[in-house]
């Protein structure tokens, strides 16, 4: 950094660059340009009394009045809330032609109809307004790029004043990303202020789904027991019970994550056509198809996990024992069950590789890795190994079901299992009818463009599908 | 989107581009382009019939003939097919200095010897032919970028030409790459068409060993203990047998990716040069080592899972409790032998580590860890930490063998594991004589571009090495 | 490759590029441009001694003197050490407005006051000086873009001048990255030198720490066992004393990665302001945050899966057998005790919540991940759930200890778990007297630019932070 700083001091061609206003972001953002070789004068309201300014390379300017700054750089940072645009226009004159990057951020979205940048421009139409920097904090400045903090998205109008700023970017050591023009800023102005908007629904739906699934079970097993036998299971909560939610909410999470995509397969064939809209509540949920997925898949590790810990628990061993000891006591002599044996290592073996493709899901939707791909890869991935996934962890549950389908309930409950049952159970059904050799084709046609309606045009239908 | 459409839409500078092919590409990419506001012209050959166009913003005109459309636009997107090409030298005029977008891609691979793009650039010498959006699904430009579809991949020979494309990519949202002249279209044509073409030979290298190895346990252990002892031992397939056929292709595909390597550094000396190119059947093989390399540590998982559920099996259990019963009506007391702890215990030890060095293999092998390496920590970690992994695996599996190495065969047939351990050793061994001192320091030379051959160019060699 | 080649060698426009030394280097570098369709002209000292030159294409011209080459070609490449640039400047007319690429790298680090780059640039002034292509192996430009090999970085003061190398390096296949001006060619000069810089620390203190408690374990549990009882326990070293040291060192490193945090709150807090500068010490202890919780996170690994095959050991089923045995033959019948049961199950299940917490944090942190969240999603994982992680670890380990505290200790040596939580509980304290109330509203103004000092600029403070 130093080293870097004197260097381009020493150098002739240090530009000079102007900033409005001496907040905290102006402050930062002086810094940093002055550690990277720039010079820099400040513009503020009370130029005499802006507090304590960068002293970076000795190289600043006191800060002076906003007329004077403008007329020096022909960059100009705007460090200032929107309220305090206004006065901008008395500086149209000195602003005309001149690159003005807006890196103001709302309090909250959707305050202005307008995003800040381009009302900007339409106060100043002279001036090339451009978008960045307002996705950085200020720490990132201070302290250089680092993990989410390594790019500066831009957009504006003007292609020249775009590549200026995204010099300044680069020599500043962040990676430019051009995203289009002016009309882009209201979502880069968004982009600060979204806390996880896609994952957000799907977080509701899991807790909602463990806490009632928590419930049901707690109540099947430790107040039933309590009740009925008198007996305390309450221990159980902390593994035994959190081991039966676990699965049941992957399972069912999963299936949610592939249902959307077989009911627009039926709405495609009922309407005939791909160009008319699906419903809203159906495009939300195909949305966040990836995020329900991505939550199922951390719980079944902790189902994983959770199962692995069964024999290391006090009171797995202690049952263990006990039984043998029984046994030795009454002089019993139990004999190896064979069906027990396939039933119980083959549902644990397709539980496992259930778990393992489940996995490969996840990894293949890492940004890196998907980048990677073709398109006819992922969806090769995430649709034939998505079902097979939906396929293995469900017969995992039935044949840990096995027998007990039939067992009676106790006070009408059917085991939580099976309740996880119904809506993978419907998914495969559904899956397994589109997968018909007469609808399947069809519904290929349909998705290739071709429509119901239309016959003339068929000719030019096989096009580049 | 709507915002942001209609946005654009009051906008003066709204730009003109036309489409040629009314197809499911062709009205995609003009719904998207609509929605992000350019105004859009269709070219048709059945102008008064070619169906429903997208009606996003109302601003669509009405699908007009090749002629009126091409003079509109200075930009054409070609949504047909390759075969439709010749029609469009009846437009050389109307499309000279046109910027046209080839967009085509071809049902399978090498149908014509040359790319789409080039012989429309030998058709339409006049015009700047840029190949791109091709590698992009009509579902992607329907509904905006995702996952394996954010990237538009374009080449091309006009450096403005492709600007222009770059641009209006940005503006739908997608990541513009240039992948350099236009005899790079081709590469990008084939693109779309792939299906991991170098995870072919890997998984049929896994497919092929893994049934191999099964068929080769299931006759020692099921078939001989069903004959010899008339013994019912099936159930262990599903879990003991997996077992331990996964331990061995994981192996045995390690090695498999490090090998090469070994053979590439001998053939280099015995050759004293590294200019010369190693045979085809080499060359093919190293460049799937990360391949084999991932599949191997994907059978590392799942042996280290089915290792990990060993004690919730009914079976084993059975077995412990049996044992322990017959300890107590036998009156026997079994002694606590230290050797066993102390072999058992090292070997699972040895394992772990050897498993967690192949982990974090796997991580640094993603594109955006490597990405983030120098080639010298690259090759650090997948070199040094490589083999030291292998050695690591091979010492587990010889501890897991043990006194076993010289037990009498069932049927002449050794254990499996004792296979899995001929391909490693030999590799150990080989790369130990590689890295003797002697030979080790003439190998490096050859690396740095010294060949036996040529004696007074030896100065200029250490250069840049 | 092949046929690409030809194609570009047929067309007319292929561009003649020059290259300065017949090292490795520029003969792998010759081979490639070739294959890319250029045609390519080599300078050297011995024009008719230089030995093989690659013959990719048929088309490269018997290495000529420096002079005759440079003439013919606008952009040069400079493959030779920096020791021999001094004969350049006899070239300074003929290199007068090319482009010279410096591909050079240096031994060892800051082996020159000033980059090669700079140096160059300084000995022809007239010349465009362009870093690039230092941080490639050899071997990638032999074999096309690999996984640490995709990126090109590059550095100049010209503009055009990195274009044109820009052009190349794509058309070569590789990604370009401009870095800014020539004052970065130090740093990429510096990269390919590079050995995990910022892991050498972490590195370290974990191997330090490992050591350190190994050796107490060894002490307290073997040597002890062995004095006072005479017994061999040395067998528990490899999985049992493992198990305790990797947890360990887990939870103090995970706490070494939040501490310094709350200590620059508490410096920031005294100093009443945010722009001085931290003491050096904890600058870089700030910057290696990010490892030390990733290795933190490799031990809690070890210790998870160590914990896991603890029912597979040979001791702990001989121990349990022996139990039940014993418990028959003096008929005694042990009672089960649900305080056990519970205090046992939730110290499992909070060690798994806080281990997939610690797994969240650490797939966050991968490059491509975080660059796709917002900051403000970034700092919410690490900081947050961080604490949360931090929190669930120190849980666990104080309900492994429980009634533990207040045995006696062996040789006045409390036990190794006691020790790993001083630190993690000092954290803790210290995060919650941050998070008081009036402590937490003053040090977020602070955090915001506010200064104790200055009073009058408070109006412009709560700009955009």
């Not at 999470?253 to 995509?261: F, I, N, R």
């Not at 329900?292 to 199962?307: K, N, R």
Request: proline content about 5%; hydrophobic content about 45%; aromatic content about 12%.
């Amino acid at each position: 950094q130093k080293s870097r700083c004197s260097v381009s001091f020493s150098a002739p061609e240090q530009e000079l660059l102007c900033i409005f206003g001496t907040g905290d972001f102006g402050r930062s953002l002086g810094q940093r340009l002055l550690h990277s070789g720039y010079r820099v004068v400040y513009g503020s309201r009370r130029p005499h009394s802006c507090g304590p300014l960068p002293q970076g390379c000795l190289c600043v300017l006191q800060a002076m009045s906003h007329e004077a700054a403008a007329q020096l750089a022909s960059l100009v940072f705007l460090c200032i809330h929107r309220e305090h645009y206004d006065f901008l226009e008395t500086l149209t004159p000195q602003l005309q032609g001149k690159v003005l990057v807006d890196v103001s951020n709302n309090p909250k979205k959707n305050l202005y109809p307008e995003a800040n940048a381009e009302c900007l421009q339409r106060l100043i139409p002279g001036a090339h307004v451009v978008k960045a920097f307002n996705t950085l904090s200020a720490w990132a400045l201070q302290n250089g790029p680092s993990d989410a903090n390594r790019q500066v998205y831009l957009c504006g109008n003007g292609a020249e004043a775009k590549q200026a700023v995204a010099e300044v970017a680069t020599k500043l050591g962040f990676a430019a990303l051009d995203k289009g023009s002016l009309s882009a800023a209201k979502e880069l102005e968004d982009f600060p202020l979204q806390l996880f908007p896609e994952w957000r629904m799907p977080l509701y739906v899991a807790v909602g789904l463990t806490a009632l699934i928590f419930v049901y079970v707690v109540i099947r097993d430790v107040v039933y027991a309590f009740v009925e036998q008198g007996k305390d299971n309450s221990f159980r909560i902390m593994v035994s019970l959190a081991n039966k939610v676990f699965p049941i909410v992957s399972l069912i999470m999963l299936s949610l994550c592939y249902l959307p995509g077989v009911i627009a397969g039926f709405i495609q064939l009922y309407r005939g056509t791909k160009y008319r809209r699906f419903p809203d509540w159906l495009d939300r949920w195909m949305l966040c198809r990836k995020q329900l997925g991505l939550i199922a898949l951390g719980f079944a590790f902790l189902h994983m996990v959770y199962t692995l810990i069964i024999p290391i628990r006090y009171y797995v061993r202690f049952r263990l024992s006990a039984n043998t000891i029984s046994q030795i006591r009454e002089n019993r002599t139990s004999v190896f069950d064979t069906t027990t044996a396939w039933r119980t290592d083959s549902y644990y073996s397709i539980g496992i590789l259930g778990f393992s493709l489940f996995l490969l899901l996840g990894i293949t939707s890492l940004p890196s890795v998907s980048n990677a791909l073709s398109w006819r890869e992922f969806s090769f991935i995430q649709s034939k190994l998505g079902y097979l996934t939906v396929f293995f962890c469900t017969l995992h549950t039935y044949l840990y079901g096995w027998s007990g389908f039939l067992r009676p309930y106790k006070w009408y409950m059917p085991p939580a299992y099976m309740l996880s049952l119904v809506l993978p159970s419907v998914l495969i059904v559904l899956k397994l009818l589109l997968l018909l050799p007469c609808v399947d084709r069809s519904l290929t046609r349909i998705r290739q463009g071709w429509e119901r309606t239309d016959m003339q045009d068929g000719s030019e239908k096989p096009l580049l599908t």
